[in-house]
């Protein structure tokens, strides 16, 4: 008996997909008490408590050997280098209103989470 090729493929991909969904372990969901209590005690402007502080790493999962960063970091670290670079476009074109500049810069501050100014953008 001959089977299309197709069907064979088909056949294939989803044995593959059920397989790999069977074999997958699920990452551990955060506490939702800590979780829901964070963003009222920010609002409220308390600090987190202890119990809410992310705990030290375990030793099992020290990486200060590695040679490079994790692959998310690299990526977060890229998209920022090719967003200044677009901003350094920005800042040197006289034709680009300054309040436009502005709030792009401070956009792209809340990204990095520090202060952005032109000058700023030569670290990238």
């Given at each position: 008996m001959r089977f299309p090729l197709r069907f064979l493929f088909l056949l294939l991909v989803a044995s593959t997909a059920s397989a790999q969904k069977a074999g997958?372990?699920?990452?551990?969901?955060?506490?939702?008490?800590?979780?829901?209590?964070?963003?009222?005690?920010?609002?409220?402007?308390?600090?987190?408590?202890?119990?809410?502080?992310?705990?030290?790493?375990?030793?099992?999962?020290?990486?200060?050997?590695?040679?490079?960063?994790?692959?998310?970091?690299?990526?977060?670290?890229?998209?920022?280098?090719?967003?200044?670079?677009?901003?350094r476009d920005y800042c040197a074109d006289t034709r680009v209103k300054d309040e436009f500049v502005r709030e792009r810069l401070t956009r792209f501050s809340a990204i990095t989470g520090r202060e952005e100014t032109c000058r700023t953008l030569l670290d990238y």
């Open positions: 997958t372990p699920q990452p551990p969901q955060p506490p939702a008490a800590s979780a829901a209590a964070s963003p009222a005690a920010a609002k409220a402007g308390k600090t987190p408590s202890a119990a809410a502080r992310p705990q030290p790493r375990p030793e099992w999962r020290d990486t200060t050997g590695y040679r490079f960063p994790a692959v998310g970091k690299t990526v977060a670290d890229m998209q920022n280098a090719a967003h200044a670079m677009r901003l």
